[in-house]
């Protein structure tokens, strides 16, 4: 019994030894993990070995066992120690303590800040948002994520860049704006503080009102594009259309954007007017200046008229071909053909028609047509047959410039002889300018001045013609028998050139 006093006085308690130890590092980094490993020379003989940390008990283990640390906050710095309950001698149990070692978990990036550029943002433009850290020294290859928040809510999270791009912010994307950095294992992480981000708007101005075709030419049937656009101004923008003319409102769009377009799928003629546009952001209404939309029609099928009743007439004769498109937007280009070869062309600035005058000089005869273009279309119009044959009178003009024109020349018996100029007057004039169906009688010049000269041979037929000048031919016309006159003496006659006109 006394032995047993004896030991239990003897048993040491709480003592320091080199029989139980500590290992564990001095220094860490937040989100390390830190093992704190206590032992024993015989960790067998350990039967509550308990760790502390700035003197207070932080795990007790019934053996041999190390304390971890998984993610180390600086709240985890501090000095660490451990006490082991071992058995002593016999059924003596004994406490042995090491000695505290300090740890210091260091911080591994600051809290980072937020930096918004441009500083004061315009709606429509692109932001950049920057989340600026520092890694320790020793750390610099450790790996963050960024994530970027709008009064709270994500906008970009696990972003691997400390930058991020917005294209275009708004009015309403205005707010409080913060950044986080985290590392990838998302042990540690940070958020800076809030920025407050105020998007400025831009009112509009410089609204313009352009037209697609351009210059406010539109075409008949075809498609008009209405562009309105402004110089400047941001949001949503309220375009709307109207015509000034006629006060009527052609429709509206609300977009953001600088430029909207309102189509008219198929023009008319009742298109044609003036109009413009207005611009609406906020309270800032701006109108543009009007344009004047012209509706410019392409030909369609021209017309040709021949002024020769029943498509015939004489050689000598003067026609007229006609070609009009009664609806085409001038300037028109009309053109003429015969037989496929062009005889010319005129080109007219307004609307309506043009007329070609052909002298029938020879024998004419055939298929005619006339071609219309305005710049948009080509048409040509249906063939016209035209017959042109020998005049059926009993007289004729003979080398001048038309067949009402020229030294006179009478028909007996299949031949051809001249008339005297004794006594030839102007009433002679005009019964032969009636009977060739020219217009008034105009002149009465020598036969020689119409080269060549008659032949030797060619008789004189009328040498007097006393005409009262009502008579419808020279046949009707009283005549002197007598025969004296030469071909010097030959008459010549001038009627005016009358063209035929059956339109």
Request: charged residues 20%; contains cysteine; hydrophobic residues 35%.
């Amino acid at each position: 019994m006394l032995l047993w006093l004896l030991l239990l006085v003897l048993v040491p308690v709480g003592i320091r030894s080199d029989w139980l130890s500590i290992e564990m590092p001095r220094h860490a980094y937040e989100g390390d993990r830190v093992v704190v490993a206590c032992s024993g020379e015989n960790n067998s003989k350990i039967k509550r070995l308990m760790y502390y940390k700035n003197g207070h008990r932080i795990a007790t283990y019934h053996s041999a066992s190390s304390y971890t640390i998984s993610n180390a906050r600086s709240s985890d710095s501090g000095s660490y120690y451990c006490k082991a309950d071992r058995t002593w001698f016999l059924f003596v149990d004994t406490t042995e303590e090491t000695t505290s070692v300090r740890l210091t978990v260091q911080e591994l990036f600051p809290a980072p800040r937020l930096t918004v550029r441009p500083l004061l943002p315009t709606e429509g433009n692109s932001v950049t948002l920057s989340c600026d850290t520092r890694l320790a020294p020793d750390r610099s290859r450790t790996q963050l994520r960024y994530s970027f928040f709008r009064d709270g809510h994500a906008l970009k999270s696990g972003w691997s860049s400390s930058e991020f791009g917005i294209s275009a912010l708004w009015k309403e994307d205005s707010g409080y704006y913060s950044c986080e950095a985290m590392t990838a294992t998302r042990s540690v992480s940070r958020r800076s503080l809030q920025s407050h981000v105020e998007v400025q708007r831009i009112p509009v101005s410089g609204v313009l009102l352009e037209t697609q075709p351009p210059g406010g030419q539109a075409f008949e049937g075809n498609r008009l594009v209405l562009v309105c656009s402004v110089a400047e101004g941001t949001g949503e923008i309220t375009f709307s259309w109207h015509r000034e003319d006629t006060g009527e409102s052609l429709g509206s769009k609300s977009q953001r954007s600088q430029r909207s377009e309102l189509d008219i799928l198929v023009i008319g003629e009742s298109h044609a007017g003036r109009y413009y546009c207005t611009a609406k952001s906020d309270d800032d209404l701006i109108q543009s200046e009007a344009v004047n939309i012209t509706v410019r029609i392409p030909v369609s099928q021209p017309v040709l008229n021949i002024s020769a009743p029943g498509a015939h007439t004489y050689i000598g004769d003067i026609v007229e071909l006609h070609c009009e498109d009664k609806r085409a937007s001038p300037p028109v280009l009309y053109s003429f053909y015969h037989e496929n070869v062009s005889l010319g062309n005129i080109s007219v600035s307004s609307g309506g028609g043009v007329s070609f005058t052909l002298s029938l000089t020879t024998n004419r005869s055939g298929n005619y047509f006339c071609e219309a273009d305005n710049g948009l279309v080509a048409q040509r119009s249906e063939v016209v047959a035209l017959n042109v044959t020998e005049a059926p009178f009993k007289v004729r003009l003979v080398n001048g410039r038309h067949r009402c024109e020229g030294r006179v020349e009478v028909e007996q018996d299949g031949h051809w002889g001249t008339v005297c100029d004794d006594g030839w007057d102007m009433k002679d004039v005009a019964v032969l300018c009636r009977e060739l169906g020219c217009g008034a009688a105009k002149h009465t010049p020598a036969g020689m001045l119409y080269p060549p000269v008659a032949e030797e041979n060619q008789p004189v037929f009328i040498q007097v013609a006393l005409c009262n000048g009502t008579e419808e031919a020279l046949a009707e016309c009283e005549q002197v028998e007598a025969f004296d006159c030469g071909h010097d003496e030959d008459a010549g006659a001038v009627c005016e050139a009358l063209l035929l006109r059956p339109f």
